[in-house]
């Protein structure tokens, strides 16, 4: 049997991590901030609460060590919903099985009727984004959606329910750059209790995804946590010790994360642990801070106040003009979306604020235009 990250996982205790991260002092984040290189031990110091009294420098590092490994670019990209089928029950979902919303999956005309519109505003990078629905929106939908983007994308990212192995060396072969898989939440104990019906509800098969992706050769895998569902500092410091796992094992693959916070949704849950803007950026600049080749993404789930501000200390893409439902964009704009969106701006107007930041944006992958 083929050892996984649940196998290193289990070494580790969720209210012990917590209390080391809440026990840290002060000196032991100004040794960290001197230090050439970091460590995950180091990252767990700088998501502390005692570490946001350092932020002005945790900033100035990471916006060094952006600059340094990525350029001064912004990746744009935008979702397309393929589907809002689900065959899951999640508490915090607008897609979940269990809200009376009217169901829809686009069609190869549907789709490439919102795939037209969003050339026309000038993006080249797309995520395939649908529901959990093996039935509906299984592999061969998926391979069947890829053929017909391919001709029109640079870049075709998706974020769809966790695969086996070979379904995802099909989409390796048939051109997908990469694949974004979030565990929501770390903490094992109450995962079931955000998903309590449907293959979601099964944590080892999720944890496992990312074992399946580096098996595949898959050029590049994102993940991320639900902000919101539980203590945000101890779900990240588990995340990247995840990707701290699978960098090591799986080093030919690049890697990103993304930071999607709870945002209000059709019979969704508020969040239980808020994570306030100071603590975001504290985050994203902690995250570049020790890991300087992660790509960082934020979406439209952020304000535009914010998104403004994060394009200078550390984040890599961003998302623009996006509808969260399918056939959001020309198709069906009325449909429900997964969850509400905050910067609604065009692509147009992200592009020029990041023109005004000193910023390139780029509709290609950064590594094709280097």
């Not at 397309?80 to 190869?108: A, H, M, P, V, W």
Request: hydrophobic share 40%; proline share 4%; net charge negative.
């Amino acid at each position: 049997m083929l050892e996984t990250f649940l196998a290193h996982f289990a070494k580790y205790d969720w209210d012990v991590m917590k209390s080391q991260i809440n026990q840290v002092s002060a000196q032991d984040v100004q040794t960290v901030l001197a230090k050439r290189k970091k460590t995950l031990q180091d990252f767990m110091i700088l998501l502390s609460p005692v570490a946001a009294d350092f932020l002005p420098q945790m900033a100035t590092q990471s916006q060094l060590l952006t600059q340094q490994r990525f350029g001064k670019t912004i990746q744009l990209f935008a979702p397309l919903y393929l589907s809002n089928e689900c065959q899951n029950i999640c508490t915090y979902c607008g897609f979940s099985l269990d809200n009376k919303i009217k169901r829809k999956t686009l069609t190869n005309m549907e789709l490439l009727l919102e795939a037209a519109e969003l050339k026309t505003r000038g993006i080249d990078h797309v995520l395939l984004v649908s529901g959990e629905a093996n039935h509906t929106v299984g592999i061969e939908y998926f391979l069947n959606a890829v053929k017909l983007l391919k001709p029109l994308f640079s870049n075709i990212s998706m974020e769809v329910q966790p695969l086996d192995e070979e379904e995802y060396r099909l989409l390796t072969d048939a051109g997908v750059h990469s694949i974004l898989v979030y565990q929501e939440t770390y903490h094992q104990e109450v995962y079931k209790a955000y998903h309590p019906k449907g293959k979601k509800s099964n944590f080892d098969y999720r944890a496992e995804t990312p074992d399946r992706l580096g098996r595949s050769q898959m050029h590049k895998m994102g993940l991320g946590v639900l902000l919101g569902l539980e203590d945000w500092r101890v779900d990240s410091y588990f995340n990247a010790l995840h990707l701290d796992y699978l960098q090591k094992k799986y080093w030919k693959t690049k890697y990103a994360v993304s930071f999607p916070r709870l945002r209000p949704a059709e019979g969704g849950i508020h969040p239980n642990y808020e994570i306030s803007d100071r603590e975001l950026f504290q985050l994203i600049c902690a995250y570049r801070i020790w890991n300087p080749d992660l790509e960082l993404s934020i979406s439209t789930r952020e304000s535009e106040v914010f998104r403004n501000n994060i394009i200078r200390y550390g984040v890599t893409s961003m998302s623009a003009a996006s509808k969260t439902n399918p056939g959001g964009y020309v198709v069906d704009p009325q449909s429900l979306e997964q969850f509400e969106i905050s910067d609604e701006r065009s692509v147009p107007d992200v592009k020029s604020v990041i023109l005004h930041a000193g910023y390139e944006p780029l509709f290609k992958d950064w590594e094709s235009v280097l």
